[in-house]
């Protein structure tokens, strides 16, 4: 079963720039859908950018312009690559792998934008 696991997360100041990376297990990545998703506490978690395997990218409207999801089916991973960071992007960060029923959750990764 595919495993996902995160990292790139941290403090940042507003207008700064971080990249998020999430490896995955496994030899049926290139089959998944894989995206983004981000949770403040007490809020419900909202999708951030997803990627199908054939290279369509989607993003939540908050985010386009400022960051661009990318994957390497060779490697295994997929990145977030986050321009241009707000105090409302202040969140924690998790990678999901979607294909069908199919569903799998990073650990989550927190990112803090603040001066």
């Known amino acids: 079963q595919l495993q996902l696991v995160e990292s790139g997360g941290g403090l940042v100041q507003p207008g700064g720039s971080l990249r998020l990376s999430c490896a995955a297990s496994?030899?049926?990545?290139?089959?998944?859908?894989m995206g983004w998703y981000r949770q403040v506490a007490g809020k419900q978690r909202e999708l951030v950018a997803s990627i199908t395997s054939g290279g369509t990218t989607n993003y939540a409207d908050s985010v386009k312009g400022r960051f661009t999801i990318s994957r390497d089916n060779a490697k295994n991973t997929v990145s977030l690559q986050m321009n241009s960071l707000k105090p409302d992007d202040t969140a924690v960060y998790y990678c999901n792998a979607r294909r069908g029923i199919i569903q799998r959750w990073g650990q989550g990764t927190q990112v803090t934008v603040s001066s």
């Open positions: 496994g030899n049926t990545f290139s089959l998944y859908t």
